[in-house]
């Protein structure tokens, strides 16, 4: 089946720093990324669409220049967060659309990063 | 914008008993909706997906259905085992999927 992977799992960093999150799809084509952010006790929330080799798309009150998306090729996509603050302290999960499957199907998430920012 | 919204927040069951959790939405254009379940500190396990076209789906132990006249979607889960439990997510959408708040089922032995 389908696999999408993250990298790393955990981070805890001092607060003012970067961190790069990975995403990959380890058995297909990504065309398209999302990343969604979780906090405590709360639901998914989409963060930006990423599609491979343009600019991301954000959603509203995202800030594009804090969370760098960069979709390289059709198997990465990378998040990152730049400066770093105790408030962007969350459970990121990204997830990959197979560009051979129809529209609305075939659309399957990573294991999620948990942020810890200091 | 749609809302998306799951009652009860929190639901316990005696092991081996039927149950269904609901999901409601405000807007009932064409959209995909599906079930995941999601384990403590994990990410997301696709559990049913129905097509906009469609009123339900089913595999195994569990059956959604999809009323959009209504905004509402349930999902009905059979002959409960402790190992079901976990926090239940709806999700509108074709792309771009907007989640719902979330039901944490457990199921107590």
């Known amino acids: 089946g389908a696999v999408v992977s993250q990298h790393p799992s955990w981070v805890i960093c001092k607060s003012g720093t970067s961190v790069k999150i990975e995403c990959r799809s380890l058995?297909?084509?990504?065309?398209?990324m999302f990343w969604y952010r979780q906090f405590p006790k709360q639901s998914l929330m989409l963060m930006a669409t990423?599609?491979?080799?343009?600019?991301?798309?954000?959603e509203q009150g995202v800030e594009k220049d804090k969370f760098l998306i960069n979709h390289a090729s059709l198997t990465l996509s990378t998040l990152t967060v730049t400066s770093a603050h105790p408030e962007d302290s969350s459970f990121y999960i990204c997830?990959?659309?197979?560009?051979?499957?129809?529209?609305?199907?075939?659309?399957?998430f990573g294991p999620g990063t948990r942020l810890t920012v200091l | 914008k749609q809302e998306v919204t799951q009652i009860p927040a929190a639901l316990s069951v005696p092991e081996g008993e039927n149950l269904v959790l609901n999901c409601s939405f405000t807007?009932?254009?064409?959209?995909?909706l599906q079930w995941f379940r999601q384990d403590p500190g994990k990410g997301l396990t696709s559990l049913l997906l129905?097509?906009?076209?469609?009123r339900e789906q089913t595999s195994g132990r569990l059956n959604a259905s999809l009323d959009k006249s209504s905004g509402r979607s349930t999902l009905y889960i059979a002959a409960s085992q402790p190992g079901d439990s976990a926090t239940y997510l709806c999700?509108?959408?074709?792309?771009?999927?907007?989640f719902g708040t979330g039901t944490r089922l457990t199921i107590i032995p």
């Open positions: 997830s990959a659309r197979d560009g051979l499957s129809p529209r609305g199907r075939g659309q399957f």
């Open positions: 058995d297909f084509q990504a065309t398209t």
């Open positions: 990423s599609n491979e080799g343009s600019k991301a798309t954000y």
């Open positions: 807007d009932s254009a064409i959209y995909n």
């Open positions: 129905i097509q906009s076209s469609q």
């Open positions: 999700a509108l959408g074709n792309e771009k999927l907007t």
